[in-house]
Structures are given as C-alpha cells and as structure tokens.
T-cell receptor, first 114, second 111 residues
Framework: GAVVSQHPSRVICKSGTSVKIECRSLDFQATTMFWYRQFPKQSLMLMATSNEGSKATYEQGVEKDKFLINHASLTLSTLTVTSAHPEDSSFYIC??????????FGPGTRLTVT | GDSVTQMEGPVTLSEEAFLTINCTYTATGYPSLFWYVQYPGEGLQLLLKATKADDKGSNKGFEATYRKETTSFHLEKGSVQVSDSAVYFCALSEGAGKSTFGDGTTLTVKP
C-alpha cells in the first residue's frame, strides 16, 4: 500500500530556533501533500495544501512566513517552523494524495519548543 | 461549506460490547466518506471508506454504510476488543485529496 514517512518523529528545540519536518511518499508520486496540526484531544486542523513545483496554499489564519512549506519533488514536502515559540508545540501530520479522494497519512511529528 | 459531525466522546465499553459511533455530514456534492483510526502518538490510519451511496465499507470487523438519505456514515462493530481503544475520525472528501474531518471520538475498551 501507499506509505508516507515523516522525519523526525519527535523534535525538541529552543525558542527562537527553526525546525524542519520532512514528509516523503515512499512508494508513489504524490500530486498533492497536505500539512495538518493537531492539538491534544482535538481534530486535525489543515494548515496548507502543497503541490509540487508551486507555492503552497495556506488556510485562513495560518502564517505563511512562520510555517514555510516547500514541495521540491513529487515525493518530498517540507514544513519549516521558523522562530519557533512554545505555542507552536504540537503534533504535525502530513498526508499525500495522488489526485483521488484518498489521502495517505504520515505517522506525525511531535514538536516541543522549550 | 462541507462539515462532519461526530458523536461526542469519550465512549467507554466493555470488551465484546457492540459499538456505534455516529457520523453525519453536509456537503455540496457527492463526497467519498472515510473512517480513520489514530492510536496514541501515531498518525491516522485509514480504517474503511465508501465512495458512493449505499456502499458499505468494512475492515477488521468494523463496518459503515454510506446513507445519502440521512447523510450519515455511522461506524459499527459487533464485538470490540481492548486493542480497538483509539480515537476514531469520520471524514469526507469531494476530490483533489482534500478532506474535512470530524472532531474525533475517543473509544476506550475495558477488559
């Protein structure tokens, strides 16, 4: 089946630093990748939609300068949290789609900002 | 816009009990419907799906039927196990891979 990986699975960083999270589709080429944020005991909040070779489309209320998304190839998208602060601590999940109705989710990245 | 409303949790059941988690939706078109499961500290796994009205999705003893007339996609399992304890998300997609999720229902099964 379609597999999506994320790296790292957990990261702890100091306030003010930047963190990059990678999302890879391992056995298929994804036309679109999505980035979600999940707070404890809450649902997934879509942050942005990313298509290979074009700028990401951000959801309302998501700061594009803070959450930089790069989709360099059909198998890789990255999310960089710039100048991270404790309120950015969260579980970040990516998913990949091949243009159909179905998404394949990564295992998530737990970000803790101290 | 599209929306998904799930039965509020948490839900606590004894092992071998019958499970129902309600899910209703609103959509402008004819969406595909999904149930995802999330175990602690992990991402989402697709549990089952249905792409058109009257389709029944099933997997690992779980079932859900796409009911267009009631705009529902309730999740059921006849006999739950402790290992089914997780958070369950109902979702819909109207294409291009983008999905709308419900708030999730936490299920705890006690031995």
């Amino acid at each position: 089946g379609a597999v999506v990986s994320q790296h790292p699975s957990r990261v702890i960083c100091k306030s003010g630093t930047s963190v990059k999270i990678e999302c890879r589709s391992l056995d298929f080429q994804a036309t679109t990748m999505f980035w979600y944020r999940q707070f404890p005991k809450q649902s997934l909040m879509l942050m942005a939609t990313s298509n290979e070779g074009s700028k990401a489309t951000y959801e309302q209320g998501v700061e594009k300068d803070k959450f930089l998304i790069n989709h360099a190839s059909l198998t890789l998208s990255t999310l960089t949290v710039t100048s991270a602060h404790p309120e950015d601590s969260s579980f970040y999940i990516c998913s990949a789609s091949v243009g159909s109705y179905e998404q394949y989710f990564g295992p998530g990245t737990r970000l803790t900002v101290t | 816009g599209d929306s998904v409303t799930q039965m509020e949790g948490p839900v606590t059941l004894s092992e071998e009990a019958f499970l129902t988690i309600n899910c209703t939706y609103t959509a402008t078109g004819y969406p595909s419907l999904f149930w995802y499961v999330q175990y602690p500290g992990e991402g989402l796994q697709l549990l089952l799906k249905a792409t058109k009205a009257d389709d029944k999705g099933s997997n690992k003893g779980f079932e859900a039927t796409y009911r267009k007339e009631t705009t529902s996609f309730h999740l059921e399992k006849g006999s739950v196990q402790v290992s089914d304890s997780a958070v369950y998300f109902c979702a819909l997609s109207e294409g291009a891979g983008k999905s709308t999720f419900g708030d999730g229902t936490t299920l705890t099964v006690k031995p």
